[in-house]
C-alpha cells in the first residue's frame, strides 16, 4: 500500500494524524447536508468516594495531543469519556484551594435558599473578614499548651474555673467539650458583653443548672431546685439569657430574649426542643412571680425551636458542644449564624487561644 500511493522522494505521513475512517466521513457529510444533530446521553457519574488526587495535567494532555478528530467524533468521543478526560484543560486552570474544597464538600456548590423567617436563619458564604486569623504565634501558644505532660496543669483560670490541660485537650478535633470548657466560654461571652458598651446585656447560665431544673435522680426540679443560683442576680436586667442544654451526650443551646419575648432553641442536630423552651418559660414565670411579685405576661411571649435547615448543622458526631459555643457567641454579638461545618477545625484552635489568654477575639 505505502510503495502504490508514495514514492521515494515523498517521506511516509507517521508523524500525521490519523485519516478519518471514510464510512464515518460519510456520516458526517449527510448528517450536515440533513441539518440533524447527534447528541449522545450524558453518562450518570459513579458513586466513586470524593478523595482528591494530584494528576499531572501536562502528561494526560501530551498522550493525545497528537490526535485529530472531526467535530462529530470529538463529541462524541467526549460525551462517553469520564469527567476527568472532558474537564481536564479547565482543571489546569482552576485555584487549586478551590479544587481541594470542593472535592472535600468543604463549598456548597449551590447556596442554599434562604427564607425571610428570621434574621438567625439566614445562611451566607464568610469572608475571610468574618472569621478572626490563627497566625503563626498564636498556632504556636496552642501548640505548646496541648503538649504539657501534665494533664493537671491549669493552663487558665477564671470566674471561679479552671481549665486544666486535658479540659483544653477535649477541644482537639473528634473530641467533645467538657463542661469546664463549655463554661468558660459561655463565661467569655458573658464577660465581652459587659465590659464592652454599647454591646447587648447577656447572662449565661453554667451547664448544671438546665439538668438541675429538669429533676431526676430522686430530685423534685422546677424552680424551687434552681431558686439560690439568681439569689445575686436579676435576670429582667438582661437582654438575653443562654442556656447550654446538656442532653446526654449531646449540646444544644437555649436562648430567652426578653426584647422579643421568646425562647428559642438551636440544635445543631435538627433536633426540636419545644417541651425544654415551655419548661424555661415556665421557669422565667416563677422567677418574674418572685423578684417582681407579679405574674409574668406569659401571652405576649413564644416559643421556637429551629428546623434543621434554618441554622448552622454539624456533620459529624463531634462537634455539638463547638456548634452551642458559637451559637452563643454569634447571638450574643447580634451576628447572623454564618457558620458551617468546615469552620469547626479553626474555631476549635481559635477557642483554645481564646480560653488561654481569657479574651473573645
Same mark, same amino acid.
Given at each position: 500500500m505505502v510503495t502504490e500511493r508514495y514514492n521515494k522522494s515523498q517521506p511516509l505521513p507517521f508523524n500525521q494524524a490519523k485519516p478519518q475512517d471514510s464510512s464515518l466521513s460519510q456520516v458526517d457529510q449527510k448528517m450536515v447536508a440533513s441539518g440533524k444533530t447527534f447528541k449522545l446521553a450524558p453518562r450518570m457519574p459513579s458513586a466513586a468516594p470524593t478523595v482528591?488526587? /494530584?494528576?499531572?495535567a501536562s502528561t494526560s494532555k501530551d498522550r493525545r495531543s497528537g490526535l485529530t478528530f472531526s467535530k462529530s467524533? @470529538?463529541? @462524541?468521543f467526549e460525551a462517553t469519556e469520564p469527567v476527568r478526560c472532558t474537564k481536564l484543560k479547565q482543571t489546569t486552570d482552576l485555584d487549586l484551594s478551590t479544587?481541594?474544597?470542593?472535592r472535600l464538600n468543604?463549598?456548597?456548590r449551590e447556596p442554599p435558599v434562604v427564607g425571610p423567617s428570621d434574621t438567625q436563619s439566614v445562611h451566607t458564604r464568610l469572608t475571610d473578614e468574618d472569621i478572626p486569623r490563627l497566625n503563626k504565634e498564636m498556632a504556636a501558644e496552642v501548640s505548646g499548651a496541648l503538649a504539657q505532660s501534665d494533664p493537671n496543669l491549669v493552663l487558665?483560670?477564671?470566674f471561679k474555673l479552671r481549665i486544666t490541660q486535658r479540659d483544653l485537650a477535649t477541644l482537639q478535633e473528634g473530641c /467533645?467539650?467538657?463542661d469546664e470548657v463549655m463554661n468558660f466560654y459561655l463565661s467569655l461571652v458573658m464577660d465581652r458583653c459587659s465590659g464592652e458598651p454599647g454591646r447587648l446585656k447577656v447572662y449565661t447560665f453554667s451547664t448544671?443548672?438546665?439538668p438541675k431544673l429538669c429533676g431526676g435522680g430522686g430530685q423534685t426540679g422546677g424552680h424551687s431546685a434552681v431558686k439560690r443560683w439568681t439569689k445575686a442576680v436579676d435576670l429582667f436586667l438582661f437582654d438575653l439569657i443562654l442556656v447550654p442544654l446538656h442532653l446526654g451526650v449531646? /449540646?444544644?443551646l437555649a436562648v430567652i430574649d426578653l426584647r422579643t419575648k421568646s425562647v428559642k432553641s438551636y440544635d445543631s442536630m435538627g433536633q426540636r426542643h419545644h417541651d425544654i423552651c415551655s419548661l424555661l418559660l415556665h421557669y422565667l414565670k416563677e422567677e418574674h412571680k418572685v423578684k417582681k411579685g407579679r405574674e409574668l405576661e406569659s401571652t405576649k411571649w413564644t416559643v421556637r425551636s429551629y428546623k434543621a435547615s434554618e441554622i448552622p448543622q454539624q456533620k459529624n458526631g463531634s462537634d455539638c458542644g463547638v456548634f452551642a459555643c458559637k451559637y452563643a457567641d454569634y447571638i450574643a454579638k447580634g451576628r447572623s449564624l454564618t457558620f458551617k461545618q468546615c469552620h469547626m477545625p479553626l474555631f476549635r484552635k481559635l477557642m483554645m487561644w481564646e480560653i488561654l489568654n481569657q479574651k473573645l477575639l
Open positions: 482528591f488526587t /494530584w494528576r499531572n467524533l @470529538s463529541e @462524541s479544587e481541594v474544597a470542593t468543604l463549598v456548597d487558665s483560670a477564671a /467533645w467539650l467538657n448544671f443548672f438546665f449531646h /449540646w444544644a
